[in-house]
Structures are given as C-alpha cells and as structure tokens.
C-alpha cells in the first residue's frame, strides 16, 4: 500500500470514531428527558451578580 492510501485509511476510521462519539453524545444527553428552561428569577439573579 503506499503512504496515500494508509493516511486515508486512518483518515477515515478517525471520522467514523468521531461520528460514532457524536452520536453517542447525543443518546446520552437525549435520554436525561426534556430540556426544561431555567426560571426567569434566577436569570435576574445572575444579571444582578454580574453586573452588580
């Protein structure tokens, strides 16, 4: 094989790695439940601490 074709090779089996990280990523977070937006007390809060 020359170099060409084993830096595509690993080339590709970097990108399916990642793919499958990604997807594994998103299971993962997916499966927590729904996504519920934090109460708009608490933004005040933060706004006050940091612009004090």
Do not use: H, N
């Amino acid at each position: 094989m020359t170099s060409g074709k084993i830096v595509a090779i690993i080339t590709g089996a970097i990108s399916i790695l990642i793919a499958v990280a990604y997807l594994v990523l998103v299971q993962i977070l997916d499966s927590r439940g729904e996504m519920i937006p934090a109460p708009m007390e608490e933004l005040g809060l933060v706004l006050k601490l940091l612009w004090g």
